[in-house]
């Protein structure tokens, strides 16, 4: 019998609509979970317990989501509610709107619960840089819980939350969620509004869901995706009910192992964890094929050349006029932007606009910026020849476990390497799923492993039909770090 | 090294003060990322058109109504500094 708290999105429902337990109770389970962790784990920035209370008292178990409590990246607006972006440049913000998917997962039932940490403005793979202090891995409180969307992975790992809403710029919901061994979903480009989300790299952001499985990442696109007008790159392809294909069998479907994915620079343990998940593919009746995805090696530097030039011009709205931090009294309003910028933003922030105004500079932007966008065409024309052959791709998420907090803060480069396997799904606009596939023993500690799975644009149902048949065919999900350990079931056999 | 690189310059153009310190580690750090890009001089471009975003979609606009949105008092919720009803900023004009 498992406690509250540990429930799925699905089994929390059932729960709610047999009046076993009242939306009232489950909030109160989920505070009195953050009370007791989230002093070691810091995944929230903010919880708002009363607000959240009233909408749980009025909650309607009828709807789809109805009272289901869902934590909320701190870069997504909710009315009433402070959105900091983990940025001292929006300290004391509060939203004067909502999202659309915060709309939409109101209309659904849900109750946004608890502003979750990440790194400032989405710029980073660690959490590290939150300027209210680090986000911590549940499975190893001395590890990173991966970035940007590290507080959303870690209060669902940490059963602080049954699921959460992040964000994915280069890998920013995948990442973390492989870290932390929960499942994370970078739906399409496109396919979510992002209405409401404080922007970094506009042809890039997608919003997602974090969850315990697959079946929970399923519910949540379903109340968020489809067509907004106040977002003109929502397209108005239609919606499925992406739980329709959930439990069919694998006959005839097949995963493209791209080669340039294993060619050494993994950790080799994890390259062990994903081979074995790739091996119980094809003992449930997929086939695998060996696929190439060429201009793989120049993803990042297209990524963090692309990236940084729209950061830089997103965040030129910073100014201290209309909102967020202003500067003490500056002579002139040259003076003033300077120094409130310069008082607002941290260093990964500085680093990534300067970097992003230089490629966009007269005499460099057809060097740098106009090269990249042309270098992008050919990645996602990769993607496009691949598809051709298989119906997913199958890697790693992450090519290392979670590293130690401080390892890599002071080498961007480094750091930004942490996300080879998942930029290029963003540059392609494609969709893209972690899921956990095994463990790491780093120093004695089980650290979780991550799957990727990357599907066609808008084919987010087959490709969570392929991740379900793996997860519902293996234990790893069912998992829970120390921490949070409920049952003898829960705890036995961590090896691959 | 990317000799050309000068991280005074182009953070005065971001309108972002840089003490010494942050000038000197940043020069030396995006020198470095800017060092990492070079491969990219490596990729055979040539008749490839660039890539803004990944969908096949232009010039989307819609219908330009009017609708509830934020009362003055709201749109200057968030102000650092207002003034008569009106965003407060420093003298522009001598």
Request: some cysteine; overall charge negative.
């Amino acid at each position: 019998m498992s406690s509250l708290i540990s429930l799925s999105v699905a089994e929390l429902q059932a729960q709610l609509r047999a009046r076993e337990v009242s939306p009232v109770e489950a909030l109160q389970a989920l505070q009195a979970r953050i009370a007791a962790v989230d002093g070691t784990i810091h995944g929230y920035l903010a919880h708002d317990d009363a607000a959240a209370l009233e909408a749980a008292r009025h909650a309607d178990v009828s709807l789809p989501l109805g009272g289901v409590p869902i934590a909320i990246k701190d870069v997504i607006n909710v009315r009433g509610q402070q959105c900091t972006c983990a940025s001292k440049i929006l300290e004391g913000f509060i939203s004067p709107y909502d999202a659309t998917v915060i709309t939409r997962l109101k209309a659904a039932g849900a109750i946004p619960f608890g502003r979750t940490n990440m790194d400032e403005f989405a710029m980073g793979s660690s959490t590290e840089n939150s300027a209210y202090g680090p986000t911590r891995n549940p499975w190893d409180p001395a590890r990173i819980p991966g970035g940007s969307s590290g507080g959303s992975a870690a209060v669902v790992a940490a059963d602080e939350a049954f699921a959460a809403l992040g964000s994915d710029t280069g890998g920013s919901i995948r990442q973390p969620a492989a870290l932390c061994g929960c499942v994370g979903l970078k739906p399409s480009y496109g396919r979510v509004s992002r209405f409401g989300l404080v922007a970094f790299a506009s042809s890039l952001d997608q919003i997602g869901p974090f969850s315990k499985n697959v079946r929970d990442s399923a519910l949540l696109l379903n109340a968020v995706a489809g067509r907004d007008p106040l977002d003109s790159t929502s397209l108005e392809e239609p919606v499925p009910d992406y739980t329709a294909l959930l439990g069919r069998d694998l006959k005839g479907v097949r995963l493209g192992m791209p080669k340039e994915y294993f060619v050494g620079g993994t950790d080799p343990q994890v390259d062990q964890a994903v081979r074995k998940a790739i091996a119980h593919y094809e003992s449930l009746g997929a086939e695998i094929v060996e696929i190439s995805l060429p201009h793989t090696e120049h993803a990042v530097g297209v990524y963090y050349i692309i990236a940084t030039a729209e950061a830089s011009a997103n965040l030129a709205r910073f100014d201290g006029v209309r909102y967020g931090h202003r500067t003490a009294e500056a002579e002139n309003i040259i003076e003033h932007y300077r120094r409130t910028r310069a008082e607002g933003f941290g260093p990964e922030v500085k680093r990534r606009i300067i970097l992003g105004t230089y490629v966009l500079s007269s005499g460099y932007y057809d060097a740098y910026y106009l090269r990249a966008q042309k270098v992008r065409a050919l990645i996602r024309q990769d993607f496009t020849r691949a598809f051709e052959q298989v119906d997913a791709i199958i890697c790693p998420t992450s090519p290392e476990p979670a590293f130690k907090l401080g390892d890599r803060s002071d080498d961007p480069l480094r750091m930004y390497l942490a996300d080879i396997f998942t930029i290029a799904v963003n540059l392609a606009g494609v969709c893209g799923v972690s899921l956990p596939c095994g463990f790491a023993q780093v120093e004695g500690k089980p650290l979780p492993v991550g799957l990727q799975l990357i599907g066609k644009p808008f084919r987010e149902a087959e490709l969570l039909q392929i991740a379900h048949a793996y997860e519902q065919s293996t234990e790893w999900h069912k998992k829970r770090p120390a921490m949070t350990r409920q049952t003898a079931a829960e705890t036995a056999d961590f090896d691959n | 090294m990317n000799s050309e690189f000068d991280v005074r310059y182009t953070a005065d153009l971001a309108r972002l003060h840089l003490s010494e310190e942050e000038a000197a580690k940043f020069q030396a750090q995006l020198s470095q990322v800017l060092e990492y890009v070079e491969k990219l001089k490596t990729v055979d471009v040539s008749g490839v058109e660039p890539m803004a975003h990944a969908n096949p979609v232009f010039n989307v606009v819609r219908e330009d109504e009017p609708r509830d949105w934020f009362t003055p008092k709201e749109a200057l919720a968030n102000a650092p500094r207002e003034a008569n009803g009106l965003f407060a900023v420093p003298k522009v004009i001598e």
